[in-house]
């Protein structure tokens, strides 16, 4: 209002006292006409209103008001108001907050503004501010408006009533939609939105709530299976302004499997592309990977593949008793496209198409007149010419790839693997991860829109404070002014087994025999499987025990002290059908693994190698990694004691970050650089020693952390700083940028998904805002349990420039004086 992004002519009102009261000078600290909005007299009884059209559907949250001051003059002020809103114009809706009660506190004085939260948020395109008055009286008002646009679009959803949960020695748990703006019928809601949309996530513990003064439930609309007549499933309807191309669907879900509440097991979703149209019979059908093991809430995305339509019917099926969403988010394209299912050869051919389309008259064509043939002539010429071109593109790739390797396999022969300017930084990796096509600057930028032509200038600079190049070609973009590894010598960042792998900088070797490793040869037949931890594309890993494994040692093992034999152990096993280049990745890994010496980085122990499959066997932490230990732990304190509830404290807290940047610190005095930093891949004993390992990528559980490009690169790309998504470029300082992404976690206690409310494709479009650096980038929120000095810490972490960051050394003396001796 205050800035006139809202028109004069889309601010109207029920009446006004004169036209210089009128409701376009109702505007927060503007002192045009006579200074405010004021309707023509105001009984108790009276429904007097300024209206507002907002343009668009908004995503309201805060309202401010001002009385009319009129440069000293005024004397005029609404004590009290209250809100109506309308998503079309038509029905309108009394706003409530969270307790049911419609009316807010205004002004005191003429002067001085007020601002009022909406709790919860509104989301509609008209909004009316009506003042409220115990008596006859004249108000005047100016008012502000805050929010944002509602892209989502959904303008309703329909779902079945929530219930209550009674189970004993527990308080009941309502687990209604309490601020449903629709209609209630029939024990279903119909044509409203509301908490599954008001942007409020739900705790691990659905009993606790995240506003005060409400009922244990209540963030929180829940079903129970027996209920809905044993048909086993919740249905829900969403309703959308327009057609949109809907790419997923983003669920929210309560996961307390002690109460029998569980994600659901699948869903199914059909799609109807305009209200009065009948539903498509194909529905997109999604199965969850449920979970047993942690109790944490998160969000489920389902993909939904590009589908087309105004309105969206999902079934939602129980995995067990209970079924609980706290918040429901529709990602979509700009442009929607129709729907073309897949036909069968049988019933679809494409040549058969084009062949009916130009031979096959209809009885309704007129008489040929004589044109018919040349316009077959016509199209048949331009199909053969397309076929041409085709043909061209493709030949002339092939041999530009055929030349490009000869130039390569020429240059490996006379230069050594590392080259660049002699001044360069040798210790990082440029690493294009989608494939070879992606290294053209001009296909990335098709492929990431967010890099203007400055994008391009950075990358022949490396995108730091080196020299400034404005003009080359794509070939010099990437390879004149930045030192880079010859790319058939890079380390992939998964492994053969799953799992990550250490950038290395001086790992040329092509082949690798026994006598490279020296690491010891254990027994077979004393692995003892357990279970299987994650796979790759040609190994996997293991839960084993060893028996014997601390005498086979000796003295100076790195394993704890057991009263048995047997102990926990990792074992990453190289399947039998693995390939050769597979197999000598996993030998060069051997040799990597060995050459680690540290107390806080995980210990290759010992190798199978004399006979297939070839296995490596590291240490294994008893307590499992850091995300599954702190997401089902609270915050110490008196509560915690006194139920016994699992709990950890500020100081273990602070003591896990200085063990992992001393960990980070051993790895980058090797200049080995480590690519998946995150609490999943920091492994925990009994006494809380941390040691940072790299099986996160290769397990199940964590499959969401990953974002999956082309079907093949799995890429941790919320913990990836941005030079690293939009460039490949992997170095210590990107380790750091995911160091402080780490600290994030653990200070969350692990309890959400960094960047949680932000789809994969946004997070990558946010790397873009870092790399633009104006101001639009999105940071992670500082933890409540955080001391300032150490977000700040974070912050430092996420810098644009790597200048800007922190060394691991740096970090590990900052963060060390913080931990209790």
């Not at 939009?726 to 998904?753: H, N, Y």
Request: aromatic residues 10%; glycine residues 6%; hydrophobic residues 35%.
């Amino acid at each position: 209002m205050e800035d006139k992004r809202i028109k004069d002519e889309d601010i109207t009102a029920s009446s006004q006292w004169y036209e210089t009261t009128g409701p376009q000078y109702a505007r927060l600290n503007r002192e045009e006409g006579d200074g405010a909005w004021c309707p023509e007299g105001l009984e108790p009884s009276d429904t007097q209103y300024l209206q507002v059209d907002l343009g668009r559907l908004t995503f309201l949250t805060v309202v401010g008001t001002q009385g009319r001051y009129a440069r000293n003059s005024g004397n005029e002020f609404a004590r009290y108001y209250r809100l109506n809103y309308s998503r079309d114009g038509l029905l309108w809706k009394s706003w409530r907050n969270r307790l049911g009660i419609m009316v807010m506190e205004g002004n005191k004085n003429t002067y001085a503004s007020v601002i009022n939260d909406i709790h919860p948020p509104i989301i509609t395109r008209y909004i009316r501010v009506i003042p409220v008055t115990k008596l006859s009286t004249t108000v005047c008002m100016r008012v502000e408006l805050y929010g944002c646009s509602w892209d989502e679009g959904l303008i309703s959803y329909s779902a079945p009533e929530g219930q209550l949960m009674m189970q004993p020695g527990y308080p009941f748990a309502n687990l209604n939609d309490s601020t449903y703006d629709g209609v209630h019928e029939k024990r279903r809601l119909f044509d409203g939105l509301g908490q599954l949309t008001d942007g409020v996530i739900g705790l691990d513990d659905f009993l606790r709530t995240r506003q005060f003064s409400v009922w244990p439930g209540y963030d929180y609309l829940g079903w129970r299976n027996e209920s809905l007549g044993m048909q086993g499933y919740v249905e829900m309807e969403f309703v959308f302004d327009r057609q949109r191309n809907f790419t997923s669907m983003k669920v929210h879900s309560n996961n307390m499997f002690t109460h029998g509440v569980k994600i659901f097991s699948s869903v199914s979703c059909w799609f109807k592309p305009r209200l009065i149209a009948g539903w498509e019979p194909e529905a997109v059908t999604f199965n969850t990977v449920l979970d047993d093991r942690n109790p944490s809430a998160r969000y489920v995305t389902v993909p939904l593949n590009c589908r087309a339509a105004k309105s969206l019917r999902c079934r939602f099926f129980f995995a067990d008793v209970w079924m609980m969403f706290s918040e429901i988010s529709f990602q979509s394209g700009n442009k929607p496209h129709r729907h073309v299912p897949w036909f069968t050869h049988s019933s679809f051919n494409l040549q058969t198409q084009l062949t009916d389309l130009i031979f096959s008259p209809s009885a309704s064509d007129p008489p040929d007149d004589g044109n018919t043939p040349v316009l077959i002539g016509c199209l048949v010429t331009i199909i053969l010419l397309l076929v041409i071109i085709i043909f061209l593109i493709l030949w002339c790739q092939y041999v530009c790839k055929v030349l490009e390797k000869v130039r390569r396999q020429a240059a490996g022969a006379a230069v050594p693997l590392f080259y660049g300017p002699a001044n360069a930084d040798p210790h990082y990796e440029r690493v294009f991860l989608l494939d070879p096509q992606y290294q053209n600057p001009a296909v990335l930028r098709n492929k990431l829109p967010e890099l203007s032509q400055s994008a391009e200038a950075s990358a022949c600079g490396g995108g730091y404070a080196e020299p400034d190049v404005t003009q080359c070609t794509p070939h010099q973009c990437f390879h004149s002014n930045a030192p880079h590894y010859a790319e058939t010598d890079i380390v992939r960042l998964q492994g053969v087994t799953g799992s990550n792998m250490y950038a290395v900088p001086a790992l040329t070797v092509d082949s690798l025999t026994r006598k490279d490793i020296s690491a010891a040869e254990f027994p077979r037949q004393q692995l003892i499987f357990r279970e299987k931890l994650g796979e790759g594309q040609f190994g996997e890993v293991h839960l084993c025990e060893a028996e014997g494994l601390p005498e086979f040692l000796g003295e100076g093992s790195p394993l704890p002290e057991r009263d048995g034999h047997s102990v926990l152990v990792a074992v990453k096993q190289l399947r039998a059908d693995a390939t050769s280049q597979a197999r000598n990745d996993f030998l060069k890994e051997i040799k990597i693994m060995s050459r680690l010496n540290d107390p806080n980085i995980i210990r290759l122990l010992c190798v199978c190698v004399s006979s297939d499959p070839l296995c490596m066997v590291t240490e294994y932490m008893e307590n499992g990694d850091l995300n599954m230990f702190l997401s089902q732990r609270e915050i110490e304190s008196t509560l915690t004691h006194a139920n016994n509830i699992p709990s950890v404290s500020l100081s273990d807290l602070l003591h896990m970050s200085v063990q992992i940047s001393s960990g980070m610190k051993y790895l980058a005095s090797l200049n080995f650089v480590h690519r998946d930093l995150a609490t999943r891949n920091c492994l925990l004993d009994r006494r809380l020693t941390i040691k940072i390992a790299d099986f996160g990528m290769s397990r199940n559980l964590y499959s969401s952390d990953y974002y999956r490009i082309q079907g093949r690169a799995v890429l941790p790309i919320r913990w990836m700083a941005w030079e690293s998504i939009l460039l490949g470029k992997f170095t210590t300082a990107s380790d750091v940028w995911a160091f402080g992404v780490t600290l994030w976690e653990i200070f969350t206690l692990c309890k959400e998904q960094p960047y949680s409310l932000l789809s994969d494709e946004q997070v990558i479009e946010n790397t873009g805002e870092f790399f633009r650096n104006q101001g639009r980038q999105i940071f992670l929120y500082a933890p409540p349990l955080c001391p300032p000095s150490l977000f700040e810490l974070m912050m430092r972490c996420w810098s644009r420039d790597i200048p800007d960051r922190p060394t691991f050394e740096g970090l590990y003396q900052a963060l060390r004086p913080h931990v209790n001796q």
